[in-house]
Each structure stands twice: as C-alpha cells, then as structure tokens.
C-alpha cells in the first residue's frame, strides 16, 4: 500500500514563507501526477497546485505567483513552495499521487497564517 509522507507545516505571520515535502513510498515516476490540496475550516478540499509526470504544472488562481510546486527526483519528494502566506492560506493541506484510477492521501499537515 503505498503511503505518503507529509511535513513542513506550521504557524508563520502574513508575507512568510513555509515548504511543504511529500515523499511517497514508491517512485514518484509511477504517479501520473502529485499534487497538494488544502481544506480550511468549514471549506470543501481544493486543488493547491498539481505536478505531472510529464513536467506539466499547474494552480489555483489564488496561489499563482505565489506558490511553486516542484519535484526532487533524487530525494523522491515533491515540494510545495509558499511565499507571500496570506491568512487565507490557513488550511489543512494534502498531499495526494494519483496512478490511473487510484488515488492515495497523505494525513494533511497543518498551516497556519497569523499575526
């Protein structure tokens, strides 16, 4: 069963920066693609940023210019770079790798943007 392993979450003041790592436990070449998604409080999940095997990217409207979605293909982990944090960016965030039909989560790591 494959698993994901999230981390870098935390509390940041307004315009901070923090970098989320997902590193699942199989290649991330047998992904289709990686991608975060985030739920706020009383909020459905929403698609952060999406990464394809292919080097395609791409994002939600609100997190462009501001957030970058990367891989590392010597460590087998992909990154989700946030800068210029805005107190809306305050969520649960997810990361997720789908292969065909079959998509697999992580726990979610909590951000928190707040002064």
């Known amino acids: 069963q494959v698993q994901l392993a999230e981390s870098g979450g935390g509390l940041v003041q307004p315009g901070g920066s923090l970098r989320l790592s997902c590193a699942p436990s199989?290649?991330?070449?047998?992904?289709?693609?990686m991608a975060w998604y985030r739920q706020a409080p009383g909020k459905e999940r929403e698609l952060v940023a999406r990464?394809?095997?292919?080097?395609?990217?791409n994002y939600a409207d609100s997190v462009k210019e501001r957030f970058t979605i990367s891989r590392d293909i010597a460590k087998n982990t992909v990154f989700l770079q946030m800068n210029s944090l805005e107190i809306e960016d305050t969520a649960v965030y997810y990361c997720?790798?789908?292969?065909?039909?079959?998509?697999?989560w992580g726990r979610g790591t909590q951000v928190s943007v707040s002064s």
């Open positions: 990464n394809f095997s292919g080097g395609t990217t």
């Open positions: 997720n790798a789908q292969r065909g039909a079959m998509g697999v």
């Open positions: 199989e290649s991330i070449f047998s992904f289709n693609y």
